[in-house]
């Protein structure tokens, strides 16, 4: 076989596979690595695969910083040298994987921030119909957790409330739908407005009675939504 002989085959212990190949006609040659070679062959894949998750990593920290800048907030960019040695990738993983947690919480607070800072619900934002207050309205670049922010300020304003908030964000839409829990709704819940909504501005989503959310591509779509529900609930929720 032109290979390392051995008198038994557990002389081996652990092998690994690396190449097998046909040498003639229903004759196929296998060959393995084994001792300080497999080690060192599992060391380097396994740095391989460690290498490239520490890459993909920096990429979502590179995005976060973004968000932070585009959400005017000073950030100095992580700085990582990728290395070749096992452990010390094995290090930089574990720190850019906290790096990563700690930097979307603050993404995460400095919205909710904005959201609370940035958007002033008026008078003229409510509408009053048969003893029930409506807050339909379209803010910009507002994510998921912002729109739930300003739900959550709006929701304390008054009783016998719905809260229909649309927002764009880039080419994603946002939609978020709540109904004050101090008033029987009957057949009428947040996810059935939720689903006219998006029956019309795409995405799609779900949620309790009393609130539910959706996230979508058609950005566009977000006002258009919101006139057909404000049509809708005007008629008399």
Do not use: Y
């Not at 909710?112 to 008078?123: F, V």
């Amino acid at each position: 076989c032109a290979g390392t002989h051995v008198k038994e085959t557990k002389h081996l212990e652990q092998f690994k596979i690396v190449q097998e190949s046909a040498v003639s006609a229903g004759v196929r040659r296998i060959e393995a690595v084994v001792g300080k070679v497999l080690i060192q062959a599992l060391e380097t894949h396994w740095a391989t695969v460690i290498q490239k998750r520490v890459e993909t990593r920096l990429q979502h920290i590179r995005q976060l910083e973004d968000q932070l800048n585009s959400l005017g907030l000073t950030h100095n960019p992580v700085t990582v040298t990728i290395t070749s040695d096992l452990k010390s990738l094995e290090d930089q993983d574990s720190e850019l994987g906290q790096m990563i947690k700690n930097l979307e919480k603050k993404v995460t607070q400095t919205r909710s921030q904005k959201a609370e800072q940035e958007i002033e619900i008026s008078e003229s934002d409510f509408v009053l119909l048969n003893e029930v207050h409506l807050l339909i309205k379209k803010v910009d670049q507002f994510d998921g957790q912002m729109l739930r922010t300003l739900s959550d300020k709006a929701i304390q304003t008054r009783p016998n409330l719905i809260v229909v908030l649309a927002s764009a964000t880039a080419d994603k839409g946002a939609a978020l739908v709540r109904l004050s829990k101090d008033r029987n709704w009957g057949p009428l819940n947040a996810p059935l407005i939720l689903k006219m909504i998006t029956e019309i501005g795409g995405g799609s989503g779900g949620g309790r009675p009393d609130m539910a959310q959706a996230g979508g591509p058609n950005a566009a779509g977000a006002q258009a939504a919101l006139d057909a529900i404000a049509q809708h609930l005007t008629q008399g929720p």
